[in-house]
């Protein structure tokens, strides 16, 4: 019936959609390829320099692809990992020097007496299995709940590592110097503390914290021009926010927030305060935004200098025009894919990939149609 086949096609045009994996969108006509399937909820990814790909699975696995194919066995020698929850192995970020001393750093939940933790480790990557395992920073005060880890990782333009913590689900302890737990830390690269970070010496502050008040920050991306820290981290119901990152600010969590309890009720009635650093992006409904990255390749002109923001519970990725610290437009792209979209990461040469958290979910390189 080539009256219906003729219908078929234009709907499928209207969605954004074809069924070869093009897509639509405001300035430029996409295609989505994918790079590697059949991975267990993939979380982090990494680009090393020979064009190996390692992926992070949350139930503890580290993945290599190889000539763009998934090889079958994991990576050997991973740290103990307590997938629970939310919790698993999370994030996976190269030392800037990678090509010369192989050294990367893992971000995962670990069980520990009282109930279970974030670490960092960091190990070396030697002939596809990992050497020289050392957690260098472990989050106090362990919880038994599996909620709110954080656990985004990777190095700022100063050559420092930084790491996103979560308040695990208890709101009062972003608020609190003295917990790790709603913090961002900065760190030396094996692991000790930087004598510049803002609250080294004063009492009861963890000297680690370089800032302060967030609930579960789980994107960061470092700015291509400015090299300033920008997070995206889940609200409660509504209220996800975009934050640049300030020395020693505080982000208000949970005494301002755009969100409400889950119930309905009222966290906060303030949007902000004076002395609380304010969010340069919100959502007022729920996207629950997660991994993100800055795109500054060539493929795309018109894309360059957007930030783009996986969205979980959106299913879609946010791509965000920006002027300075302003977001001045916002396109959803890859609604019609319908997959929760955990990360959005660019590769060496200028290649946006995307994650998708399921059960058998993929990485996918984006690219022109």
């Given amino acids: 019936m080539r009256w219906l086949t003729v ?25 989505l390829t994918p790079v590697a399937q059949n991975l267990e909820h993939p979380w982090g990814i990494a680009f090393l320099p020979d064009g190996v790909i390692l992926v992070t699975e949350r139930p503890g696995r580290l993945r290599l692809i190889q000539e763009g194919r998934l090889q079958a066995e994991p990576v050997r020698g991973l740290p103990p990992v307590a997938a629970t929850g939310q919790g698993g192995l999370l994030d996976v970020a190269l030392h800037p020097q990678f090509a010369t001393n192989a050294l990367l750093y893992l971000c995962h939940s670990a ?4 109930g279970n933790t974030t670490r960092i480790t960091r190990a070396r990557l030697a002939e596809g299995d990992l050497a020289d395992v050392r957690t ?17 990782v990777g ?4 050559g420092m590592l930084y790491a996103t913590l979560g308040e695990r689900n208890e709101r009062n302890r972003a608020q609190d110097l003295g917990d790790h737990g709603g913090k961002i830390i900065r760190l030396h690269e094996d692991g000790r503390i930087p004598a510049d970070n803002p609250f080294v010496g004063r ?22 021009i400015t ?8 609200g409660p119901l509504g209220g996800d926010e975009v934050n640049v990152i300030q020395r020693g600010g505080n982000f208000g969590w949970p005494v301002v927030t755009h969100g409400r309890e889950y119930w309905g009720g009222t966290i906060s009635s303030e949007r902000s305060r004076p002395g609380l650093v304010d969010t340069v992006h919100v959502w007022p409904r729920t996207v629950a935004p997660a991994g993100m990255a800055f795109y500054t390749g060539t493929e795309f002109p018109r894309w360059q200098g957007s930030l783009f923001v996986g969205g979980l519970l959106d299913r879609a990725v946010m791509r965000l025009e920006l002027a300075g610290e302003r977001v001045v437009r916002e396109e959803r792209l890859l609604a019609d894919f319908r997959q929760r979209i955990r990360h959005v990461a660019q590769s ?14 993929g990485v996918y390189r984006l690219g022109p149609s």
């Fill in 7 to 31: 219908i078929l096609a234009v709907i499928a045009c209207a969605s954004g959609a074809h069924a070869q994996g093009a897509y639509s969108s405001e300035h430029h006509p996409f295609r």
């Fill in 227 to 234: 090299g300033q820290l920008w997070i995206s981290e889940h």
């Fill in 348 to 361: 060496p040469d200028g290649r946006l990939h995307i994650l998708t958290d399921a059960s058998s979910g």
């Fill in 155 to 158: 190095f700022g333009s100063d």
């Fill in 136 to 152: 260098i920073f472990e989050m106090q005060a362990p919880d038994r709940g599996g909620h709110h880890f954080g656990c985004r």
């Fill in 203 to 224: 009492p009861g502050a963890r000297a680690e914290i370089y800032s302060w008040g967030h609930r579960n920050p789980q994107g960061m991306a470092r700015h291509p």
């Fill in 111 to 114: 069980e520990v007496p009282g």
